[in-house]
């Protein structure tokens, strides 16, 4: 996606809005795959310095991953401001700046970058997800309290539990 900002080198020093659309293609992360929606960008570019362009605003979409409990897939919204300085000939490795050329900004190499550092530690399908099948069976396999009366040894958990039920009501 590239954004025609030369409505900033007719009248520099003014902040024009813009709307726009970039479509992100998916992300290998750590064995997954990300995937996002159509991301939306609105806010305004200006040119404060000669070829120095400002690009403001907000970045908002969905990204979709995998929930890290059960695999199902899981989506987190992402949204988050941002204030950028594209240069024309900027060195992106060397710089903070976004290169460009001409009279349009590229967006894509931005975008990307911007909802990357937002994407959440881990998916989740939903709070509490119970997870996989695998797991679900793994936890009736090793119940955390035990329910065999003739086991010499109380489990932990359940000492404890009767420690707490023995606490004085305040
Ligand atoms: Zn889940």
Redesign the pocket.
């Known amino acids: 996606m590239e954004l025609d900002v030369s409505k900033a080198f007719v009248t520099p020093a003014k902040a024009f809005p813009f709307e726009a659309t970039v479509t992100l293609p998916p992300q290998r992360v750590v064995g997954e795959t990300i995937t996002f929606d159509p991301v939306e960008l609105s806010g305004t570019y200006c040119m404060y310095e000669d070829n120095v362009i400002r690009l403001e605003g907000t970045l908002t979409t969905v990204a979709h991953g995998e ?1 890290a ?2 695999m ?1 897939p ?1 989506q987190e919204p992402v949204s988050v401001s941002f204030a950028e300085t594209f240069r024309r000939d900027a060195d992106e490795l060397e710089s903070d700046s976004f290169r460009y050329e001409g009279k349009t900004l590229p967006l894509d190499h931005m975008t990307l970058t911007l909802a990357m550092l937002e994407l959440p530690m881990r998916f ?3 709070e509490g ?1 119970e ?1 996989s099948a695998e797991l679900q069976a793994w936890k009736k396999n090793n119940p955390v309290s035990s329910n065999d009366e003739g086991a010499p040894t109380q489990h932990p958990f359940e000492a404890l539990r009767s420690l707490l039920n023995e606490e004085p009501e305040q």
């Open positions: 929930c409990l059960c199902q899981a989740e399908c939903k997800c997870g």
